[in-house]
């Protein structure tokens, strides 16, 4: 009996959250102009937390040309970053482990659109062959 490599597959699903490179989590200090200078993007609050959650994988990704909503089309010029485009973080988990990242971070991801799709998971395995 030998063994052949195969390919294992269980359901998966990729969660991606959109905003603005502009968008900002809420700060928890009081003081308005400390919070005008401490507040990081959300996109990175995003990633942080989804890295304590124990996820695998999370990466943000950035437009360099489009919109975000009803508003105007935006592009990228040069060196010269534009915080009106929108920035998406990905999430890979199984569906379970996404409905409850985003349950538990309500507060984090208000104001942002998010989109679930069904995928695969994939890893090599080894397959009995007679």
């Known amino acids: 009996m030998h063994e052949t490599p195969t390919l294992l597959t269980e359901p998966a ?9 502009a968008s900002r989590a809420q700060s928890r200090q009081q003081k308005p102009f400390t919070r005008l200078f401490q507040r990081r993007p959300l996109y990175r609050d995003i990633v942080h937390a989804v890295r304590a959650a124990g996820f695998t994988c999370s990466n943000a990704h950035f437009a360099h040309y489009g919109f975000w909503r009803s508003g105007e089309i935006q592009q990228t010029l040069g060196e010269i970053p534009n915080t009106l485009l929108s920035v998406y973080v990905d999430i890979l988990g199984d ?5 409850a990242f985003c349950l538990s971070h309500e507060a984090l991801l208000r104001g942002t659109s998010l ?11 080894m397959q009995p062959t007679p």
Request: proline content about 4%; overall charge positive.
């Open 95 to 99: 569906h379970e482990q996404l409905q």
């Open 13 to 21: 699903g990729i969660l991606r959250i959109f905003m603005t490179s």
């Open 115 to 125: 989109y679930f799709k069904p995928a695969e998971s994939w890893r090599f395995g």
